[in-house]
């Protein structure tokens, strides 16, 4: 993971043009959000020169040793029995030391028949975010209230649909024949 998000991985790369590409510029505030392999993008674009990035939200993403960076408000998501968080190590703090907002509870109660990925999957997590709109905690009625106002005051774009493609690999003096 640390790997693709700081030497400039192609998905970080297409992320961050994609955002260009769209218009945003280092005058804009961006709030970047990301689920899974999404939110190592989110935490890399956010330390992308020229891009003004605000906010963070991720879920299920292997993020925790990748440093937000400073200036940025992050809340991380993480299911305690959904193993793809946790191949991004130990975080440092639980979002005590101004790093970022950590969430972290079971998907399924400890006697539910669930898969070993059943606890990442997306719809788990959209109703995880169900609770936490409820949750009277203030960590996260702030959070709330900062993407309100966010969106309160966002200027409405387009959207675009990008697609990143690899470059085909043309071994060097060949045509890639076996021996």
């Known amino acids: 993971a640390a790997a693709l998000a700081t030497e400039g991985g192609s998905a970080v790369h297409a992320a961050e043009t994609a955002l260009r590409e769209a218009g945003a510029t280092a005058d804009d505030e961006v709030y970047v959000v990301g689920y899974s392999m999404g939110g190592i993008l989110a935490r890399a674009v956010g330390d992308a020169p020229g891009l003004h990035v605000t906010h963070e939200l991720t879920f299920g993403s292997p993020v925790g040793q990748l440093p937000i960076r400073q ?3 992050g ?3 993480e299911h305690t029995d959904d193993p793809v968080p946790a191949l991004g190590g130990v975080r440092p703090s639980d979002g005590d030391a101004g790093d970022d907002v950590v969430v ?3 998907a399924f109660a400890p006697t539910a028949h669930a898969g070993v990925l059943d606890a990442h999957d997306l719809s788990t ?3 995880t975010a169900t609770q936490m709109d409820a949750s009277r905690s203030p960590l996260l009625e702030r959070a709330r209230d900062e993407l309100h106002g966010f969106l309160d005051g966002a200027t409405p774009i387009a959207s675009h649909l990008y697609r990143a493609e ?6 060097p003096g060949g045509s890639g024949g076996g021996m």
């Open 71 to 73: 200036g940025i408000d």
């Open 75 to 77: 809340v991380a998501v």
């Open 104 to 106: 972290r509870a079971p």
């Open 125 to 127: 997590y959209r109703a």
């Open 166 to 171: 690899r470059a085909p690999l043309t071994p």
